[in-house]
């Protein structure tokens, strides 16, 4: 991987400041459940194919071997959080929106020594191939969040499986894999159909979450550090998003509440480890097509 370092690397501050500028205007939701693209409604079809930026840029990130989908015995199908027994927890962030914005999260988050999750939208990935590389290069994990980000557990089963399969082909082009886990788009739970696509799909475990952060409804940064604060505790799943300028701004006081309780943030396949608990290799290197 290349790095090229500035002469003079800004402040935290100042970065914060100036990301928060540059999208402030248009920063729109992308919360599940409460936020639905026009572009996104149009159903899955077989002539969807990838954009020359997705086939321009499919080389695996260097740096950090991807993981595909781990299967852990005893672990239910649907993974609402990890061991509570240990000091971490995992920030789970829903990938889409701002990419200038979503590079200052992610180096906010490192700069704390803190790796994610990030639950990629398949549009997002083709309009923004190089962010599988960014986020992989960082250390976090990458994942599925379905398609175009329609309302999954309410399709019929072709065109709910077309939208887990099309996402996982797009992270397999990029990355050699089809990431590590699979959440549902525009929805908490998985139902049980979408839980059998997925696991059809090659995800062994659907995930969910414990603490929900609100963030996609803007209510500011201090509301965001609240929300997380007050419900976290060891092993949970917090659901955070990117796109939005109030999430930046409150994931360094997140990140120092965490600290001060003697928890840290690691990926989700880490926090699965994080108790002991083993894992078998799931079938995460093939998707179905048909």
């Known amino acids: 991987m290349l790095q090229v370092s500035p002469p003079s690397p800004p402040s935290r501050r100042a970065v914060l400041r100036s990301a928060s500028g540059a999208v402030a205007a248009t920063t729109c939701g992308v919360g599940c459940g409460h936020h639905t693209d026009p572009a996104s409604s149009r159903p899955a079809g077989p002539t969807d194919a990838p954009s020359s930026g997705v086939a321009s840029d499919r080389a695996t990130p260097a740096g950090h071997a991807p993981r595909g989908p781990a299967r852990f015995p005893g672990l239910p199908p649907r993974i609402t959080h990890g061991p509570r027994g240990g000091g971490a927890v995992a920030l789970t962030f829903h990938g889409q929106g701002d990419p200038d914005l979503a590079r200052s999260l992610l180096s906010e988050a490192e700069r704390a020594g803190a790796r994610v999750t990030v639950l990629a939208v398949g549009t997002w990935l083709d309009e923004r191939p190089e962010m599988a590389r960014r986020i992989l290069d960082g250390g976090h994990e990458l994942g599925n969040h379905t398609m175009r980000h329609r309302a999954v ?138």
Request: charge should be negative; glycine fraction near 10%.
């Open 153 to 290: 557990c309410a399709l019929p089963a072709d065109e709910a499986y077309a939208e887990i399969t099309e996402c996982a082909d797009r992270l397999r082009r990029l990355t050699g894999t089809i990431g590590s886990w699979f959440r549902p788009s525009q929805a908490r739970t998985a139902t049980d159909l979408v839980t059998r696509l997925a696991d059809r799909a090659g995800y062994p475990h659907v995930l969910s979450y414990d603490v929900d952060s609100l963030d996609f409804q803007d209510p500011g940064p201090d509301a965001v550090r609240d929300a997380v604060l007050g419900q976290v505790r060891a092993g949970s799943v917090v659901s955070l998003h990117f796109g939005h300028t109030g999430t930046l701004t409150a994931l360094p006081a997140v990140l120092d509440g965490l600290r001060r309780r003697g928890l840290r943030a690691v990926t989700t396949t880490e926090l699965m480890h994080s108790d002991g608990v083993a894992a078998t290799a799931g079938p995460g290197t093939r998707t179905e097509t048909g």
